[in-house]
C-alpha cells in the first residue's frame, strides 16, 4: 500500500472559497480513485489562504484485475458481422469464443481479461482532471494562460509511494506546470524552497516554515491566543464564530496582538464599532467582565514581530481611527434630524416595482401591527403603530448606508434619541427578528406585533404578484421570512389564525390557500429539525380548518 500528497500552490485564495476548495478537491479526487477501481483507506484535505492540499492514505500500486465478458453475434450470423467482431476484438479466430445458449438465441461470448495498470500510470491524469474541474464561485486566467482558476497558479507538489509523480498541467499558451516535490513556507517568515519525502514529512516542515496547513489547528490557536491576551488585561474575547472562520482562512502562521481604541469613539454605539472592526478589518472585540464593550480590539498578524508587535498594533490602531471617525461622523450627523422628519424619503425608495415604495410598504405595516396588537397579550395598538411607522426611517440614515447590516440597531439608538418610549426602541430594533434559527426570537408584546407584521406583508406581497421561492432560489428570502413568522407564533404562544391574518394582511383566497401549503412545508422543515417526523405534520395539516399553529403543534405531540 502507499500514500497520495497532492498540493496546488496558488496566490492568496479568498477566505469565503477556502472550505469548499477542500471539501470539492477531496470529493473529486476520491470519486475519480473509486472510478478507477483504487479502493483507499482514508483522505484528508487541507487549505491555507496559499495552498490546497490532500493527503490519500492506503492506496493500491496496482489497480485490480478486471475480467469482462463481451457478447458476440449470433451463431450463424452472416459473415460480415463475424468479421466486424473479430477485428473490434483484435481476434484470429471465433474459436476463441465460447457459445452460449441466452434463451433468445446461440450466440458467441468473449471473456477478456484486463491487467491492471500501476497506479502511479494512472493518477497524473486522474489528478489533472479533478483540478480542472475544481468549481469556483469566481475564477480568473493570468499571463499568456487560458487555463481559469481562483488565483495564479505557482506549483503543484504531487508524490505518490514517497517519489514525485511525472505529471504536467498544461495552462495554455505554452505554458504548463510539472508536478514536482517542492513547496514554499511563509511568504515572510521563510519562503524558501522544501523539498519533501511524504505527508508526515510535508506538514512538519511546513510547520517549521510558519505555517500550520490544518484549518482546525490555525482556528484553536487563534481563539486561545485571542482569549488568553484578553484574559491578561482582564477582559474577554466577544465570540464570533463567523469571524474566526473568516481570519482562519487569512494567515497561516498565526499571531494574536492587542490594541487600543481612542477614548473618544466610545460614546458611539457599540454595535457601530464592533460592525466598523469587524467589517473593514477583521479585528475581534473585546468587553470587561460585566458585558460592556472595552476600549480595545483583537488583531490577528499573519506576522511574527521582532519588536513586540508595536509597529503592527500602531499600524492598526492608526487605521482603526480612520474608520471609526467616519462613523462618529455618521453618528453626530445623523442625530440632528429626527427619524419622523426622514420618513418622506421613503417614498423615493422602491420597495419593488408591483408593490410600490417603502412608504407604501410603511403604510400596510402599521395598519397589520395595530389590528395583531389587538390580539397579541400586552401589546399596544397605538405603540405598534407608531413603532411600525418609523422602523424603516433608518434606511435613510448615513449610518445605515455605510453599515447596511445595522438596521433597526441604528433606529433603537435614534428613536431613544427622539424621545420614543424604550417599547418603540425596542420593537423598531427587533422587527427584521429572528433571521435565522440561531437568532434571538423577540419576545416583548410590541416587538411581536411589528416583526410579524412586517414579515407577513413581505409574503402575501411577494405571494400576490406570484413572486415564489421555487426549487433552491428564494431571492427574496421568503422561507427565511416563514420560518421566522412560525418561530414568533411558537414561542411566544400566540393563538392566530393564519389564515385570518393573511387575509387581513390583504391576501385573496387563492392567495390565501397558496400561502397555508407554503407554511406546512416550511413547519415540516422546522419541526423535523427539532427531531419531529414530517408525516405527523401533514397528517394534521390533512384534518383541515386547522391554521392554529400552537393548537397544530399540541396535535401533533398528541399524535406522536
Not at 511546513?206 to 505555517?211: E, F, G, Q
Not at 411589528?450 to 406583508?457: E, I, N, P, R, V
Not at 387581513?504 to 427539532?530: C, I, S
Request: aromatic share 6%; charged share 25%.
Amino acid at each position: 500500500m502507499a500514500d497520495l500528497l497532492l498540493e496546488i500552490f496558488s496566490e492568496e485564495i479568498p477566505a469565503r472559497m477556502q472550505a469548499r476548495a477542500a471539501e470539492d478537491l477531496k470529493r473529486l479526487v476520491c470519486d475519480g480513485l473509486t472510478a478507477a477501481g483504487l479502493e483507499y483507506e482514508s483522505a484528508a484535505a487541507y487549505v491555507t489562504p496559499r495552498r490546497l492540499a490532500l493527503s490519500v492514505e492506503g492506496l493500491p500500486l496496482t489497480q485490480p484485475d478486471v475480467t469482462e465478458e463481451r457478447r458476440g453475434p449470433r451463431v450463424g450470423a452472416p459473415e460480415q458481422a463475424l468479421a466486424g467482431f473479430l477485428k473490434a476484438n483484435n481476434l484470429a479466430s471465433i474459436d476463441v469464443c465460447e457459445q452460449r445458449d441466452t434463451g433468445k438465441g446461440v450466440f458467441y461470448f468473449l471473456t477478456v481479461e484486463k491487467r491492471g495498470a500501476a497506479t502511479q500510470d494512472v493518477l497524473p491524469e486522474l489528478l489533472v482532471e479533478a483540478i480542472r474541474k475544481l468549481p469556483w464561485p469566481k475564477s480568473m486566467i493570468w499571463g499568456e494562460a487560458d487555463f481559469r482558476w481562483v488565483r495564479p497558479l505557482q506549483s503543484i507538489l504531487c508524490l505518490f509511494n514517497g517519489q514525485a509523480l511525472p505529471g504536467r498541467l498544461d495552462l495554455g499558451g505554452g505554458r504548463e506546470i510539472l508536478f514536482g516535490d517542492r513547496t514554499r513556507g511563509h511568504r515572510f517568515l521563510a519562503p524558501a524552497e522544501l523539498t519533501v519525502d511524504n505527508a508526515e514529512d510535508y506538514k512538519a516542515k511546513l510547520k517549521a516554515a510558519k505555517v500550520i496547513l490544518d484549518p482546525a489547528e490555525r482556528r484553536a490557536a487563534i481563539l486561545s491566543q485571542a482569549e488568553a491576551l484578553a484574559a491578561r488585561a482582564g477582559l474577554v474575547l466577544k465570540q464570533d464564530d463567523a469571524l474566526l472562520e473568516e481570519v482562519t482562512g487569512l494567515v497561516e502562521w498565526p499571531v494574536a496582538l492587542m490594541g487600543r481604541i481612542d477614548e473618544a469613539f466610545m460614546d458611539v454605539p457599540p454595535e457601530v464599532l464592533t460592525t466598523s472592526m469587524r467589517a473593514h478589518q477583521k479585528y475581534f472585540a473585546v468587553e470587561t467582565k460585566s458585558g460592556d464593550l472595552a476600549p480595545h480590539f483583537v488583531v490577528i498578524s499573519n506576522m511574527e514581530p521582532s519588536d513586540g508587535g508595536a509597529v503592527i498594533i500602531g499600524g492598526n490602531e492608526r487605521v482603526l481611527r480612520a474608520r471609526l471617525s467616519d462613523a462618529k461622523f455618521f453618528w453626530d450627523q445623523d442625530r440632528k434630524q429626527s427619524l419622523e422628519s426622514r420618513l418622506p424619503a421613503l417614498s423615493n425608495i422602491t420597495f419593488h416595482a408591483k408593490l410600490g415604495t417603502l412608504a407604501d410598504k410603511v403604510g400596510r405595516v402599521r395598519a397589520l401591527a395595530a389590528h395583531l396588537a389587538t390580539l397579541i397579550p400586552g401589546a399596544d395598538a397605538k405603540m405598534a403603530d407608531r413603532a411600525a411607522q418609523l422602523a424603516k426611517a433608518d434606511l435613510v440614515t448615513g449610518m445605515v448606508g455605510e453599515f447596511p447590516e445595522l438596521q433597526g440597531i441604528m433606529g433603537r439608538y435614534y428613536a431613544r434619541q427622539d424621545g420614543e418610549g424604550e417599547a418603540v426602541a425596542e420593537a423598531i430594533a427587533d422587527h427584521y427578528s429572528p433571521l435565522g434559527p440561531s437568532d434571538r426570537c423577540p419576545t416583548a408584546p410590541n416587538s411581536v406585533a411589528l416583526a410579524l407584521a412586517d414579515k407577513l406583508d413581505t409574503l402575501v406581497g411577494f405571494f400576490a404578484i406570484d413572486e415564489k421561492p421555487t426549487g433552491s432560489k428564494d431571492p427574496y428570502a421568503l422561507r427565511r421570512a416563514a420560518l421566522g413568522i412560525i418561530r414568533l407564533i411558537v414561542e411566544n404562544g400566540l393563538r392566530l389564525s393564519l389564515q385570518a391574518v393573511f387575509a387581513k394582511a390583504g391576501a385573496k383566497p387563492a392567495v390565501v390557500a397558496d400561502l397555508m401549503a407554503f407554511f406546512a412545508d416550511r413547519l415540516k422543515v422546522a419541526m423535523r429539525e427539532q427531531g419531529v417526523r414530517h408525516d405527523l405534520v401533514s397528517a394534521v395539516f390533512a384534518l383541515g380548518n386547522e391554521d392554529d399553529l400552537v393548537r397544530l403543534l399540541k396535535r401533533v405531540d398528541a399524535l406522536a
